[in-house]
Nanobody, 119 residues
């Protein structure tokens, strides 16, 4: 099993920045990808960013269309932590952000962290 703990959410004004962190523990060696999803009230959970596990050679990344060029995902394998650097935040980025890990064909989720962007 994999346990995930998110941190770094909060309230920020439009145009501002935040960095989310997700620390993984447990069956780390089995994790092949980690990422972030978000869910706004009344909406489905959507992909924000994913990063694969290719230690030493760099890890492939994938972004949701609405966050490309504004958000950056990175992974520190030594600390078993994934980061999401969010810049140029917009009110429509307001949501609960969830960390996800894929290991042994199973998805693991964190408890979520609230990000609120005021206009």
């Amino acid at each position: 099993q994999v346990q995930l703990v998110e941190s770094g959410g909060g309230l920020v004004q439009a145009g501002g920045s935040l960095r989310l962190s997700c620390a993984a523990s447990g069956d780390i060696v089995s994790v092949i990808a980690m990422g972030w999803y978000r869910q706004a009230p009344g909406k489905q959970r959507e992909l924000v960013a994913l990063v694969g596990n290719a230690a030493g050679t760099g890890a492939g990344t994938m972004y949701g269309d609405s966050v490309k060029e504004r958000f950056t995902i990175s992974r520190d394998n030594g600390r078993n932590t994934v980061y999401l650097q969010m810049t140029s935040l917009k009110p429509e980025d307001t949501a609960v952000y969830y960390c996800k890990a894929l290991a042994r064909s199973q998805n693991y989720w964190g408890q979520g962290t609230q990000v609120t962007v005021s206009s």
